[in-house]
């Protein structure tokens, strides 16, 4: 499949399920949305738990991709471009949040589901441990804990945000504030 | 209403969510769970919306209570506390995890709902913010940042927990570590 139509899919996918979330989400709709034929949909994805495993993926992914700056930028300005990278104002950025945050809350209930979310925030995860310790050095704290902070601390804010009491500016500013509590900073 | 019932109906709220999720959920079922009419409920509790956001307060009540220790501990013993209490294997405490949770992720679609997570998020939020300014004493840091990086993260832990990524041990060592790295530490 081309790049392409996959992020059309996952997009679409995202938008589906932000616009009424997991209740009664059936692939018919994501095929509709996308403009592809239920067919390619599941010669690609497979089932719904493989298409919805596949947006997880896709939401982490969007995140680095809009995280990424141009030229190279030391590693605390990456890790906070990422973090603060899952919010804001954008349809695009909302939908990804609403659509993870639905399928972990329905993952509560699903033990497929539970893998599906468990390995993808792992993935995510990893990527943060990875720039913390880089933005530590060597002689730094163990990066592991932090990521955890760090992350969660994105999965928590993300809630306030969806729920309207807080804006994406403001989990971003926390976001930083957080950072900077663990001794990283963009600058 | 006695206490004893209202507590009762309450419960019966949470493990009813928690079993099913929000998907579906009758107060009829709640009623039944609780072994009391439909009829004691409506007129106690008013409309689905009415118990639902009786049982998020219950959620931070029930918290609340389990943090009590005998004695009047420093505010730090007593912050740490209120905030591991959210994490235990005991059956009621995932309950009210659960229904916390699935009200949160509802209330993305439901403006109603999101008032509702809205309010009894802010009355807990203040009450950790009371705590942190307790512990950090008069010329510590601003308690508001504080509280909502320490809140929202109990929020994001919830969620690993919940679908088995991390334990309630695990969970509750990250809230001590969080807490640690803003200042407050129990002993």
Sequence with gaps: MAEDTRERILSACERVIARSGLRGFRMQEVAREAGVSIGLLAYHFGDRDGLLEAALDHVNES?????????????PARLIALLTSEFGDDAGIRDGSVAWNELRA????????????????AD??????????????????????IALLLTALVEG???RWLTGQITAAQAQDA???AAARVGIRAS
């Design 63 to 75: 995140a680095a991709i809009r995280a990424e700056t141009p030229g190279e930028q030391p590693a």
């Design 106 to 121: 329905s993952a509560v209930f699903d033990a497929g589901q539970a893998r599906a979310v468990a390995r993808s925030t």
């Design 124 to 145: 995510w995860q990893q990527r943060v441990v990875e720039l913390v310790r880089e933005s530590l050095g060597p002689q730094g704290a163990d990066p592991e804990p």
């Design 157 to 159: 804010l993300s809630g």
């Design 175 to 177: 976001m930083r504030d």
